[in-house]
Every structure is written in structure tokens, then in C-alpha cells.
């Protein structure tokens, strides 16, 4: 009986044995492979890549993690200037969770081998030079992903469909490239970061289908083309806390319903010396007692700023360059306590600056380049930690 059983578990450790080692080649087999083609005419790297010293020395392997079993769960080739592209053997590593290719030159497209890779959780292939489309189809499998960037890379043609599909998916980053951005974006309720800041073929307004990503908490669509207003559904991204709307074109009125939110928001244009819409931009500038940033530069925003922002006592950085806004600046806006930059440069700002000003950390005060009237008020020498103040082009006397 002894006997049996001895030959029994011999039998098993042999066959252990036996499928370790043929997984062992396979794994070992497709990275020398990956090499070969990831490594172009002017690469560099990856020389510890060697199946000369041990048969399980792929493990090794810069870049390589391996689990118990010695199947590889992550490769993470970053900062390599390898030059080559990824060959259809990427395929063969499907115990991978982790696949990140950054900042390594690599070009062409990726592989439909990738729909392998069934336990990837992280698959970043940021600042390369793929190109073509995205190939959709390989995500439909990923369904435990949960990070996707593609940064700076040159993928145009439409995002695919399949993405919305990622129900995991946490972070998305696909700046840098030549999309459009579709409002099936939505789908993603999981999300918590999603990037589709700079060069994007994007045209329009922005889809207001974004708002009802209930997690999201940042959403950055910096030098997107945008133009139209901010909708006021982002305002119900109640997990927001990060908006950059920069470098674009948008015009109309900040949505009053941000006063309920705590983003904090930065609304950056390109534009400037061009006739403003005919829209009143200012109203939606209303109290938002947790707001601590507000920075609209040079973009189409015009009117008056309500007395409320100037009731903010959270905020500490204030830049409203270069738009259209009139009329004198609330009074309290110079007493913020918690402020560190007042920039208002480039407006059409009028009336007299407040006999009353009191903002101790206030060290950069801007008011040049607009319509103010009167004597240069003596309690600007109240602000103790003023370091820069630009007030030229103005209308001052005496």
C-alpha cells in the first residue's frame, strides 16, 4: 500500500515536473523572442535577456516578475530606448497582470495577441509611437482591468465601443493622441480618472454624459478644442476634485450648480483680442465656500464677478487673466484671508481699488492691463508678505 502511494506521488511530481518545465521553455521562449523584435537596428537593453545561465533565469530578467509557478504576471519596460515594436509572442504570456511598455519607442500597432492576456489588471503603453487604431477587440476579454493608458502615442481613428465594456476600469488615460471623445464614456461607472487632456480630435462642446460618472474624481480635458459652455451636469460629480478645462475655447457661464461642489477647477484658454460671444459669463461665479483654486486664463468668460466670491474664505489662488470681465472687483476678494495670488491682469476691470485691504498671505497681487480709476490705495503696505504687485496700465492718478 506504501508502495502505491509513493508511486502515486511520484507520478504527480513527475508530471509537475514535466508541465513546469515545458511552461518554463514556453515563458522563457517568447520573452528571447520579445526581444528580438523590441529591440530595433538603434536599441539598447534588455542584455541581462539571456537563456545561457539557467533555464529559469528569465525570471531574472530586468523588467520580468514571475509568481510560484514561474509563469511571468508582469513585465514593466520603462525608460529603455529600445526602438523596435511589440511581436505577436506578447501573446504567449497570458499569465500576465501587469504589461506596461512606457517610454521606450516602440511603434506600430498592438498586437491582437494582446486578447491573450485575460488577467491583465494594468496595461499602460504610454509615450511611444504606436500608431493606427486601437485595436477595440482585445479589451472584450480584459474584463479585470482596471488602469488603461495610452498617453502620448499617435492612435486616431475612433475609440472604440469595446472600452465601455471595462466595468473595473478605475483610470484611463488616453491624452496625447488623436481621438475623438465619445460620450459612451459614461458606460465607464467605475471610473475615478479619466484623461483625455491635449491633441485629441475632439470638436465641440463637452458631452455632458461625463457628469453622470458618479466616481470620477478627476477629469482633465486641458488643449481638447472645447468650445460651448461647461455643462452644468458636471456638477453632480460629487466625488470630483480635480477639473482641468485649460487651453481651450470655452465661453458662456460657469453652471451656478459648482457652488455645491469642492472641485477645484482650472478653466485655461489659448485665445485672446477676439470678439467675445454675446453671452454674460459672470453670474455663474457664485459662493463656494470650499473652493480653493480658481483659475480661468484666456478664455471667452465676461461680465460682472458677484459680490459672493469674495465671501470665499477658502480660497487661496485666484487667476482671471485675460477674459472680458467688467465692472469694479468685489471688496472682499482683497481680504481673503488664506489667499496667496490675486491675478487679474488683462480684463476690462474698473472703479477704485478698496481703501481696505487686509489678505496676510497675500504675496502676488496683478491688476495691470485694465480700466482702474482713483489714487493707489495706501493699505496695499498692509499686505506683509507681498512680493510681486504689477499695476501698471491702468487709470490710476496722484
Not at 500500500?1 to 502515486?8: L, P, Q
Not at 493606427?132 to 482591468?145: A, N, P, S, W
Not at 482683497?334 to 489667499?339: E, H, I, K, Q, V
Request: with cysteine; hydrophobic share 40%; proline share 5%.
Amino acid at each position: 500500500m506504501k508502495n502505491s502511494m509513493r508511486f502515486i506521488v511520484l507520478q504527480v511530481l513527475l508530471l509537475w515536473l514535466q508541465f513546469t518545465a515545458c511552461s518554463s521553455y514556453s515563458e522563457l521562449n517568447a520573452l528571447l523572442k520579445l526581444k528580438a523584435d523590441m529591440k530595433g537596428p538603434r536599441g539598447r537593453g534588455l542584455e541581462d535577456w539571456d537563456d545561457a545561465s539557467s533555464p529559469l533565469a528569465y525570471c531574472s530578467f530586468s523588467g520580468v516578475t514571475c509568481d510560484e509557478d514561474l509563469r511571468v504576471t508582469a513585465l514593466n519596460l520603462t525608460f529603455i530606448p529600445l526602438f523596435g515594436f511589440v511581436s505577436p509572442d506578447i501573446g504567449l504570456l497570458n499569465k500576465l497582470v501587469n504589461l506596461t511598455l512606457t517610454q521606450s519607442n516602440f511603434t506600430g500597432n498592438l498586437r491582437k495577441e494582446t486578447a491573450n492576456l485575460t488577467s491583465l489588471k494594468l496595461l499602460n503603453i504610454s509615450h511611444n509611437n504606436f500608431s493606427g487604431h486601437f485595436r477595440g477587440k482585445i479589451t472584450l476579454v480584459m474584463m479585470d482591468l482596471e488602469i488603461l493608458g495610452a498617453y502620448d502615442n499617435n492612435f486616431t481613428g475612433p475609440l472604440p465601443w469595446e472600452i465601455a465594456n471595462l466595468k473595473k476600469l478605475k483610470q484611463f488615460d488616453l491624452g496625447g493622441n488623436f481621438f475623438p471623445v465619445p460620450a459612451s464614456l459614461a458606460h465607464l461607472k467605475n471610473l475615478e480618472e479619466l484623461y483625455l487632456v491635449y491633441y485629441n480630435a475632439y470638436e465641440g462642446d463637452i458631452p455632458p454624459e461625463l457628469g453622470y460618472i458618479a466616481s470620477l474624481q478627476l477629469l482633465d480635458m486641458a488643449n481638447c478644442d472645447l468650445t460651448g459652455e461647461i455643462p452644468a451636469s458636471l456638477s453632480f460629480l460629487r466625488n470630483l476634485y480635480t477639473l482641468f478645462l485649460q487651453m481651450n475655447h470655452l465661453t458662456g457661464r460657469i453652471p451656478t450648480e459648482f457652488s455645491k461642489s469642492r472641485t477645484e477647477w482650472e478653466a485655461q484658454g489659448t485665445r485672446r483680442h477676439q470678439k467675445p460671444p454675446n453671452r454674460n459669463a459672470s453670474s455663474g461665479f457664485v459662493q463656494r465656500r470650499k473652493l480653493k483654486t480658481m483659475i480661468a486664463i484666456a478664455n471667452f468668460f465676461y461680465g460682472v464677478i458677484p459680490q459672493q466670491l469674495g465671501e470665499c474664505k477658502s480660497l487661496s489662488k485666484i487667476r482671471l487673466t485675460k477674459n472680458y470681465f467688467t465692472g469694479s472687483i468685489p471688496a472682499g476678494i482683497f481680504n481673503l484671508p488664506l489667499a496667496i495670488m490675486i491675478d487679474l491682469n488683462g480684463n476690462y476691470f474698473s472703479g477704485e481699488l478698496p481703501l481696505e485691504i487686509s489678505g496676510d498671505a497675500l504675496g502676488i497681487l496683478k491688476l495691470s492691463d485694465n480700466n482702474f480709476t482713483g489714487k493707489i490705495t495706501p493699505a496695499i503696505g498692509n499686505l506683509k508678505s507681498l512680493h510681486t504687485l504689477s499695476l501698471e496700465m491702468n487709470k490710476f492718478s496722484g
